[in-house]
Nanobody, 126 residues
Framework: QLQLVESGGGLVQPEGSPRLSCSAS????????ITWFRQSPGKEREWVSC????????KYADSVKGRFTISRDSARNTVYLQMNSLKPEDTAVYYC???????????????????WGKGTLVTVSS
């Protein structure tokens, strides 16, 4: 079964630093660029960050630049999103998605994704 599974969400205090994981089963992530999205209650889905299949290209949304770090661990077939200095407005369901590396670099367009996880909820609150 080919799937992506996110983990690492939960209740976090403001300024907290959780790390989200996006793990694949049934396929290897090295053939895919990985993109993180998030969706807050009542809002549209928002692109957060992406990393190319090679790991050489990394992009961040302005809203998280300088606070979030995306990384790949090929040995674990996992991509991480380290989130620092969290704010209440970061509260959202975070999704990872994989797009095939035939797309150069990494992109934010959800239509280019081949696989999606079901999401993990991050709630930032004191």
């Amino acid at each position: 079964q080919l799937q992506l599974v996110e983990s690492g969400g939960g209740l976090v205090q403001p300024e907290g630093s959780p790390r989200l994981s996006c793990s694949a089963s049934g396929f290897t992530l090295e053939n895919y660029f990985i993109t993180w999205f998030r969706q807050s209650p009542g809002k549209e889905r928002e692109w957060v960050s992406c990393v190319s299949a090679t790991g050489r290209i990394i992009k961040y949304a302005d809203s998280v630049k300088g606070r979030f770090t995306i990384s790949r661990d090929s040995a674990r077939n996992t991509v991480y999103l380290q989130m620092n200095s969290l704010k209440p407005e970061d509260t959202a369901v975070y999704y990872c998605a994989a797009g095939h590396r035939t797309v150069v670099g990494c992109v934010s367009s959800s239509s280019t994704m081949n696989y999606w996880g079901k999401g993990t909820l991050v709630t930032v609150s004191s």
